[in-house]
């Protein structure tokens, strides 16, 4: 999955895409370069962004999503937490709503996917768009994350989605510590087992604690440790892996498959 953040803030990308004709053409690398679905974002997550109101959010995205559903033959999904942005997105032709609160935020999300059929990425995340990077850690991540996400995909079905059409995501990242996200990939394989029926989707592209990891690496010195975290992921039970750099998440991704095909797998 290739990140396409139409944001002028995003935290590794912000502002480089905002213009529809850089969007467009930064789409067709993406897909170019192996992308199998793309994800659209209008708003950042990033520690200290700024909200984006529906209408905002909805000018940034939906324009760009029924561009690229004339042009491009791989799904979209759009990155939003709000109900109206997926309507919109899902008429003007985008296929999977990937939402960063796993139906925390706005629970009528879930029934715009459930109406278009569309797909849907429950990712794991703690407290408010303002608290989520702020929030102490809880104690066993692993648990927390797990338990819930199913309430998460409970909601979803409850709503009317089927459970075929849902993924999750332990939210690498969003209110953890350096320890659990780390821990969070290492243990990937136990929380891919506590949904043995949905794929696993992971974002781990450029984020803080791979810079950490490395003694502090600015974002675009981030390549090489992204890549060992989208190696261990798939390793471990990732189907879909959430990346910036497309081109070589591609060949990781191949190498990775194939050694777990041997049996390297967890
Ligand atoms: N991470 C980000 C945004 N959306 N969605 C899923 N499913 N999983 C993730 O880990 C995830 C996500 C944050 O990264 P990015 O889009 O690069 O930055 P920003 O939030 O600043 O736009």
Do not use: C, W
Request: no cysteine.
């Amino acid at each position: 999955m290739g990140v396409l953040n139409v944001t002028p803030d995003s935290f590794s990308d912000g502002g480089q895409y905002f213009e529809p004709a850089r969007a467009l053409e930064r789409a067709e690398q993406l897909i170019a370069e192996g992308a199998d679905i793309l994800d659209v974002g209008g708003e950042s997550t990033r520690p200290g962004s700024a909200e984006v109101g529906a209408e905002e959010e909805i000018r940034r995205v939906v324009p760009l999503v029924a561009a690229l559903a004339g042009r491009v033959s791989v799904p979209l999904s759009v990155d939003t937490t709000k109900a109206r942005v997926a309507r919109e997105a899902l008429a003007a032709g985008a296929e999977i709503i990937n939402d960063i609160s796993g139906l925390r935020f706005e629970p009528a999300l879930a029934d715009e996917a459930a109406r278009a059929g569309a797909a849907l990425v429950l990712m794991h995340s703690r407290g408010t768009r303002e608290t989520m990077h702020t929030l102490p850690p809880v104690a066993d991540a692993l648990a927390e994350v797990t338990e819930s996400l199913r309430a998460s995909v409970a909601e979803a079905e409850r709503r009317g989605v089927a459970r075929t059409r849902i993924a999750v995501d332990p939210g690498i990242g969003f209110g953890k510590s350096q320890e659990q996200n780390v821990e969070l990939l290492a243990r990937l394989d136990l929380f891919a087992a506590a949904f043995p029926d949905l794929p696993v989707l992971v974002g781990t592209s450029r984020k803080r604690f791979v810079g950490a990891l490395l003694g502090g690496a600015p974002v675009d010195e981030r390549l090489h440790g992204t890549m060992a975290t989208v190696t261990a992921a798939v390793l471990r039970g990732a189907g879909v892996v959430r990346v910036h750099d497309v081109r070589a998440a591609v060949d990781t991704v191949r190498v990775a498959d194939a050694i777990k095909a041997a049996g390297g797998g967890v």
